[in-house]
């Protein structure tokens, strides 16, 4: 199995500003994926992490807003840009590879927007 | 969009009872996976059942998949104070790039 780290574990951030969010994997996985979790909500996929490649959007995100990279495979961020009170969320960082197998989670970064 | 949605949306059950969630789904699966989240944290996957399997167990879990009514249930027997969490069914689509969809989520509460 897979252990995720994923930091900062929570912030605090004032609007307008920018949120870099780190998602290590301790091992090589095929596929990375970033979801939003609304408060009290379930989770919601914002990209797929393509490595060396862009990332695939889901509808309703796009790149200009949540810039994603994929170094290599172990590794990703994302940024949520030019934030609004509207982007307090959990942001959770996902991986697994290819066949059916459970996907391993981080902790989750726990967004304040003010 | 969501892909499932699950019932009930919160259960509160006493220790040692059995505790069961349902999960509806659209479209044609791959497989049917399970999580459990506490207290906002990340997601731990419980249980997988791929779509040409009926039953699965997993210790005290037990799932049932049925493909002609895309629904499963996940049982949950001698519940513990410890099994506390909100519990995510999620599924990887036949057409798709692997990405898991989640459902609602059931709040489920163990009392001591």
């Known amino acids: 199995s897979a252990v995720i780290s994923q930091k900062p574990s929570r912030d605090i951030c004032q609007r307008g500003t920018s949120l870099t969010i780190q998602c290590q994997v301790d091992s090589q996985v095929t596929m990375m994926f970033w979801y939003r979790q609304q408060p009290g909500q379930s989770l919601t996929l914002i990209a797929t992490?393509?490595?060396?490649?862009?990332?695939?959007?889901e509808s309703g995100f796009v790149i200009d807003k949540f810039p994603i990279s994929r170094p290599n495979l172990t590794f990703s961020t994302l940024t949520v840009s030019n934030m609004s009170p509207e982007d307090s969320s959990i942001y959770l960082c996902s991986a697994r590879d290819r066949g059916p197998e459970g996907a391993f989670f981080g902790q989750g970064t726990r967004l304040t927007v003010v | 969009s969501q892909q499932g949605e699950e019932d009930p949306q919160a259960l509160s059950i006493q220790e040692g009872e059995n505790a069961t969630m349902n999960c509806s789904y659209k479209?044609?699966?791959?497989?049917l996976q399970w999580y459990r989240q506490n207290s906002g944290r990340g997601l731990v996957h419980l249980i997988l059942?791929?779509?040409?399997?009926r039953e699965k167990h997993s210790g005290r879990l037990r799932v049932t998949l049925d493909t002609s009514k895309k629904s499963s249930s996940l049982l949950i027997t001698a519940s513990r104070a410890a099994d506390t969490a909100s519990y995510f069914c999620a599924t990887t689509l036949i057409q798709g790039a692997q990405k898991l969809v989640f459902g609602q989520g059931t709040r489920l509460t163990i009392n001591p």
């Open positions: 479209t044609s699966i791959n497989n």
């Open positions: 059942i791929r779509s040409n399997e």
């Open positions: 992490a393509n490595q060396g490649s862009e990332a695939t959007y």
